[in-house]
């Protein structure tokens, strides 16, 4: 590692700044504190500070200071949809808790499932239940792993996405620490929600149908999703995103990548588009592999993939 390597490994925060996050957070502050263990890749080098927020107030507190003190910051999900770099994260990471995790639906008759979800609730658990209310539609989100807050981020889905379904987005910002209402666009895998902005919560709402039928569609979708997915080994669903008219896996499989590896990271057998941590692979493992897949692809077939997977922190 060169010197400017190394000063990207070092802390941001100052003790005054550590001060701080103990006395507001407690226990629920820590520091240099590893990202493997909450990411699905099960990758990921140590932050700064890893802050678990519990309410929206305890938000707005988080976002004042990392706006005034200028320090970085980045929310987390539930990571399965990341590659955190093996030099961890700079500044403060955020993981929203209890209080965004509930799941409330509105009257139980109408012609609609309407059901208010805090970012950090899972998409699963919001998908099973409203499935249950006969929501059609959702079981295109049916088996994503990750959050409320991150699937929104992400546009996350497959025929069907979420932002179908969005009726309402609530955030809170650092130059708008409250929550409050804003109206993003969504588009395949992203969205125009400012860079900044954390989800707080969502409501969605899908027609009513059968719940019977509903719940049969979920489960054929599930049965069909473990037969074609990698889910033994430790992954972050699709890495690159599906070009117009085509799909990133196919390409990947025709470029004859499958069964690749670097270091611990192996692209699968079973899914190409799925890259696999068979134990202990570091993220500039996994990164140098999607590089040599992309690069395959371009050279043989003209098609630049774009990643869908979001690369965060130092990479070294
Ligand atoms: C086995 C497997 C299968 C998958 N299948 C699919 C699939 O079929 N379709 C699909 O779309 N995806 C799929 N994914 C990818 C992933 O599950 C989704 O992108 C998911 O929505 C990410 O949610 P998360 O909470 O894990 O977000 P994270 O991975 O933690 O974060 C993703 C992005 O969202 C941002 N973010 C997270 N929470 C918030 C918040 N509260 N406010 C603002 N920004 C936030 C993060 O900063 C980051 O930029 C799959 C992943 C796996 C491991």
Known sequence: MTEADDALLVSLLEERDRALLREIFGARASFDAPLAPHTSWRIGGPADALLSVETSDELAQVLRLVAKRKLPWYVLGSGSNLLVGDGG?????????????????????????VVRAGASASLALLAGQAAGRGALGIDGLVGIPGSVGGALRMNAGTDREIGEFVREVWVQTPAKPAPHAVSPQYFYRHTTLARDAVVASVTLAFERGDATIVRERLQQRLVRRKESQPLQFPNAGSCFRNPPGDKAGRLIEAAGAKGWRQGA??????????????????????????ARVRRAVAEQFGVDLELEVHFVGVFV
Not at 92 to 113: K, M, N, P, Q, W
Request: charged residues 25%.
């Open 265 to 290: 990271a192996e692209v699968s057998e079973l899914h190409a588009n799925f890259i696999l941590n068979r134990g202990g692979a570091r993220a500039a493992d996994v990164a140098a592999l999607l």
């Open 89 to 113: 994260i700079r500044g403060v990471v955020v993981r929203l808790g209890s209080e965004f995790a509930r799941i409330d639906f509105d009257d139980e008759t109408g012609a609609a499932v």
